[in-house]
């Protein structure tokens, strides 16, 4: 009887561990670099992109700086990760949250209407971040996936 209840109680003790590693969210700071050859831009221009990204949940900034259509540009945006909106540099919002430990981004225009729908997630190793994502344009929906590598 007693090593049924050792059992039991180590049983117990596995889940709740589980349970606690399967809650915990990925860090994604770090300095990220676009890797073409893995990447489907479903015809974005960009040539080049780096990210470097400050993340202590729930507060999520990143800097990105490329080459699109041969124009170079620089992009910071900041929001949180719990769901609530906060406004990016285009007049719209930026709305993050988690599923599970993939971070899952909606963006919006000025009017509310939703044009990127997009989930980030970090490889098991911390080498790599995949991010899907839909953008809706006038020209209909662009579906993009993109492996970014660590620096």
């Known amino acids: 009887m007693r090593s049924l209840q050792k059992l039991f109680v180590l ?11 399967a809650q915990s969210k990925p860090d994604f700071t770090g300095t990220w670099k676009l890797n073409m050859e893995k990447s ?11 990210v470097t990204v400050g993340h202590k949940d729930p507060s999520f900034t990143f800097t990105a700086k490329g080459t ?3 124009e170079d540009f620089e992009e910071t945006e900041s929001f949180t990760t719990d769901g609530k909106s906060s406004p990016d540099s285009h007049g719209g919002t930026i709305a993050a ?3 599970g430990k993939a971070l899952v981004l909606i963006g919006t225009t000025p009017e509310g ?3 990127e ?12 971040i995949t991010r899907d994502a ?7 929906e662009q579906k993009r996936h993109e492996v970014y590598d660590k620096q």
């Open 97 to 99: 949250h988690w599923d």
């Open 134 to 140: 839909v953008q809706k344009t006038d020209e209909g």
């Open 113 to 115: 209407t939703e044009v």
């Open 68 to 70: 699109a259509g041969g």
């Open 40 to 50: 489907d831009l479903g015809g974005a221009p960009i040539t080049a992109l780096v």
């Open 117 to 128: 729908n997009a989930r980030m997630a970090l490889s098991p190793d911390g080498k790599n």
């Open 11 to 21: 049983a117990a003790l596995a889940l709740g561990a589980g349970a606690l590693s």
